[in-house]
T-cell receptor, first 114, second 117 residues
Framework: AQSVTQLGSHVSVSEGALVLLRCNYS??????LFWYVQYPNQGLQLLLK??????LVKGINGFEAEFKKSETSFHLTKPSAHMSDAAEYFC????????????FGTGTKLQVIP | DTEVTQTPKHLVMGMTNKKSLKCEQH?????MYWYKQKAKKPPELMFV???????INESVPSRFSPECPNSSLLNLHLHALQPEDSALYLC????????????????FGEGSWLTVV
């Protein structure tokens, strides 16, 4: 069965510093990978997705992620953190069991320190 | 702004009540989903409808009853719920299940906060 592991339930960075949120996946078929962001008391917003077209995926708000098959990783990065980036971030995978079954990681809460 | 609209945003109901959550999308998507999210937890899939037919039921208790009246609407009927069912219920949609990988970016609504008392 597919799964996602997000390393670090809480990550703190200073404003202007690099953001790195880690995600490792497991899937028996070529995966479809996502990063979603959830602001307090809101739904999930898609940041970016991996569709196998390119290993470096650019998303909204300056975020990007790199698919590394050899490391089964899909880490999310942003060169310079902004206060508005403070939120919960979920990595997700689909593929095993059909591409409609999306499995989410446990989430990483990003804190941005002024 | 999300293009998946959910109502109501907040719902408080007693354990003997019958209520419904509603979801609407006008993106022409042919798959719609219900997820349940408890505080500080990831969303958990409950149901998937493809072309208005129930395609996935993740062993959800029968006190939750989904309905898909047409391709734009998705309801979740609630009856005899328990306090532990209190959660954020998220509706989502995706383009075309027949497209497999390429058609399956899932877009979420803002959610309905349910409190069972």
């Amino acid at each position: 069965a597919q799964s996602v592991t997000q390393l670090g339930s809480h990550v703190s960075v200073s404003e202007g510093a690099l953001v790195l949120l880690r995600c490792n996946y497991s899937s028996s078929v070529p995966p479809y990978l996502f990063w979603y962001v959830q602001y307090p008391n809101q739904g999930l917003q898609l940041l970016l997705k991996y569709t196998s077209a390119a290993t470096l995926v650019k998303g909204i708000n300056g975020f990007e992620a790199e698919f590394k098959k050899s490391e089964t990783s899909f880490h999310l990065t942003k060169p310079s953190a902004h206060m508005s980036d403070a939120a919960e971030y979920f990595c997700a995978v689909s593929g095993d069991g059909g591409y409609q079954k999306v499995t989410f990681g446990t989430g990483t809460k990003l804190q941005v320190i002024p | 702004d999300t293009e998946v609209t959910q109502t109501p945003k907040h719902l408080v109901m007693g354990m003997t009540n019958k209520k419904s959550l509603k979801c609407e999308q006008h993106m022409g998507h042919r798959a719609m989903y219900w997820y349940k999210q408890k505080a500080k937890k990831p969303p958990e899939l409950m149901f998937v409808y493809s072309y208005e037919k129930l395609s996935i039921n993740e062993s959800v208790p029968s006190r939750f009853s989904p309905e898909c009246p047409n391709s734009s609407l998705l309801n979740l009927h609630l009856h005899a719920l328990q306090p532990e069912d209190s959660a954020l219920y998220l509706c989502a949609s995706s383009q075309d299940p027949r497209q497999g990988r390429t058609g399956n970016t899932i877009y979420f609504g803002e959610g309905s906060w349910l409190t069972v008392v």
